[in-house]
């Protein structure tokens, strides 16, 4: 997900936003993983899964370094008293020593200067940024969406694809 006309430069390559999407030269884009509505998951590699329950989901695990791990996952809940729709309740980011819980209802938590994550509101998105290039918006209700640098690409041990727990 990207606005019109956005550019980005990450030195590998310059991609460019048209219709909503990346396009980029050398065919070198982001990877993309997002669970948005009532438990829909889409892979890094555009495989598609429905999950229904109120459950904590894996979206990412990665392995950095040798004694540094990041992962994120995705808590839902029931959207309302009665209601069998799920919405989401928390997304936890965690890199090494570096963590950040963002719930529905609180502000963006503050976070160390030191913190290898930044968190910023973006319209109606909160955005995670990591130092390892993955980043994280999720619009506090049901869309998350966790994009991957292309540093990550081809790296299936570290990134893990679904199976009944990982998405």
Known sequence: ???????????????VCEGGSWDC????????????GDAHFETFDGKLYDFEGTCEYVLVKARVSDNVFFSVTFQNVPCGMGSKATCGKTVSVTLGDSSLLL???HPLPSLPENSRLKAT?????????????????WDRNTRVYV?????????????????????
């Not at 997900?1 to 310059?14: F, H, R």
């Not at 509101?121 to 918006?137: A, C, H, K, R, Y």
Request: charged content about 15%; hydrophobic content about 40%.
């Open 1 to 15: 997900m990207c606005c019109e006309n956005e550019t980005n430069d990450t030195g590998l390559y310059v991609s």
């Open 25 to 36: 030269d050398s065919n070198i884009c982001p990877g993309l993983c997002n669970a948005w």
């Open 103 to 105: 719930t529905r209802l």
């Open 121 to 137: 509101q973006v319209g109606m998105f909160t955005l995670v940024e990591s130092d390892i290039g993955i980043s994280i918006q």
């Open 147 to 167: 994009t991957a640098q292309p540093i990550w690409k081809n790296k299936a041990s570290l990134l893990f694809w679904p199976s009944i727990k990982y998405v």
